[in-house]
């Protein structure tokens, strides 16, 4: 049973571009949740999704940040007009639906805006 | 989710036991306590979580106290391996109240396993 899969691992945009990171959840898994970690900061939640809908999304940017979780497919966090404060390790983590159980957390996609 | 308190940092020496302490004094009767580590940059660990009862797996050992205002990780033979933030996270049963499940990290404390 494969693990949380992110890709990319690392990522570079320059200022302006859109950056799109995926997040494969563990086989069976229907709960998604981001999150980011700043350079020598801790980790915040960004958002919550399960398939086809948001539940949280309290720490996710009012603007130029959006996400995603398919029917069929990864989930997808989209970063708009990256700047180079959207740097940062995003993780996200997948869990089932059932009360009580454990996240398990990707590898994390590295970005860096220049 | 009831908020904990961990202490900075601590040491301890390789092979034998670091405890791990974690104060949760608002804890409600529906919330678990949950264990995390991040090792440097990776993706955070999944160690162990309880309810009420103390918890065992092969990484671990969890003892919560019968108020359940604190429990204690205990990794039995910490190894160099084994230096990493680890984070004591308290988090709602959505079954119970309908709450977000999400997870909240505080700063964690950090474990330095000395040869």
């Known amino acids: 049973n494969a693990g949380v899969m992110q890709n990319p691992r690392h990522l570079v945009r320059r200022r302006g571009q859109e950056a799109r990171l995926r997040c494969s959840p563990m086989?069976?898994?229907?709960?998604v949740y981001w999150y980011r970690q700043l350079p020598e900061e801790g980790l915040k939640f960004m958002v919550y999704l399960q398939k086809e809908n948001i539940i949280d999304e309290s720490g996710m940017p009012k603007e130029r940040f959006s996400a995603e979780f398919p029917k069929e497919g990864p989930s997808i966090l989209r970063i708009q007009q990256v700047v180079r404060g959207d740097s940062a390790a995003y993780f996200c983590?997948?869990?089932?639906?059932?009360?009580?159980?454990?996240?398990?957390f990707g590898q994390g996609t590295r970005l860096t805006v220049v | 989710d009831a908020k904990t308190t961990q202490p900075t940092s601590m040491d301890c020496a390789e092979g034998r036991a670091a405890n791990l302490p974690c104060n949760h004094s608002t804890i409600s009767g529906n919330e678990y306590v949950y264990w995390y580590r991040q090792i440097h940059s990776q993706g955070p660990q999944y160690i162990i979580h309880g309810l009420k009862n103390n918890e065992t797996n092969e990484m671990a050992s969890l003892i919560i106290t019968e108020d359940r205002k604190s429990s204690t990780l205990i990794l039995p033979h910490a190894t160099l391996r084994d230096t990493a933030v680890y984070y004591c996270i308290v988090r709602a049963n959505t079954a119970v109240t309908g709450a977000n499940s999400k997870l909240t990290f505080g700063k964690g404390i950090t474990l330095s396993v000395r040869p």
């Open positions: 983590a997948s869990s089932p639906g059932n009360p009580g159980h454990e996240a398990f």
């Open positions: 086989k069976g898994h229907s709960h």
